[in-house]
Nanobody, 117 residues
Framework: QVQLAESGGGLVQSGGSLRLSCAAS????????MGWYRQTPGKQRELVAI???????NYADSVKGRFTISGDNAKNTVYLQMNSLKADDTAVYYC???????????WGQGTQVTVSS
């Protein structure tokens, strides 16, 4: 089992910044992908950004140049720095841990990000 503890959501004005954190604990395998997804009511959960345990990253086109994902392997923690936030970024953000080799896929409880225009 892997537990994911998210923090850092909140209310911010358009153009502002927030930093999300996700700390993983439990049976952490060294080869994994961690990332952030977001969801708004009535819509499917969508990818925001992911980072592999090797440091490779991938971003949704809608956040490229504004969001940065980073990781601290020693702390099993990933961060999402969100700059130049827009009203369209308003959503519940979920942290995800995925390990293909072991077939593991875990989600955090979600943290609300609200951007006021």
């Amino acid at each position: 089992q892997v537990q994911l503890a998210e923090s850092g959501g909140g209310l911010v004005q358009s153009g502002g910044s927030l930093r999300l954190s996700c700390a993983a604990s439990g049976s952490i395998f060294r080869n994994y992908i961690m990332g952030w997804y977001r969801q708004t009511p009535g819509k499917q959960r969508e990818l925001v950004a992911i980072i592999t345990s090797g440091g490779s990253t991938n971003y949704a086109d809608s956040v490229k140049g504004r969001f940065t994902i980073s990781g601290d392997n020693a702390k099993n923690t990933v961060y999402l720095q969100m700059n130049s936030l827009k009203a369209d970024d308003t959503a519940v953000y979920y942290c995800n841990y995925y390990c293909e080799i072991l077939g593991l896929n875990f989600w955090g409880q979600g943290t609300q990000v609200t951007v006021s225009s």
